[in-house]
């Protein structure tokens, strides 16, 4: 089974970027998350949705 939600060194690592790379898109928005009790989780669909901007973006281009 495909995981739902994703760490933050597990979503970074599927976008092949750094953790501090990442905390920054999740400071300005272009990446969401939620936070259960104390942990913070990336959902796979904020990945795809973040993917699918930046390839709008490209073509716009």
Do not use: N
């Amino acid at each position: 089974m495909t995981p739902l939600l994703l760490t933050v060194s597990e979503a970074a690592a599927a976008l092949a970027i750094s953790r501090s790379k990442l905390y920054q898109l999740l400071a300005s928005g272009s990446v969401t998350s939620i936070r259960i009790d104390g942990s913070r989780r990336i959902p796979l669909s904020a990945l795809h949705d973040y993917i699918g901007h930046l390839t709008s973006a490209e073509r716009a281009a």
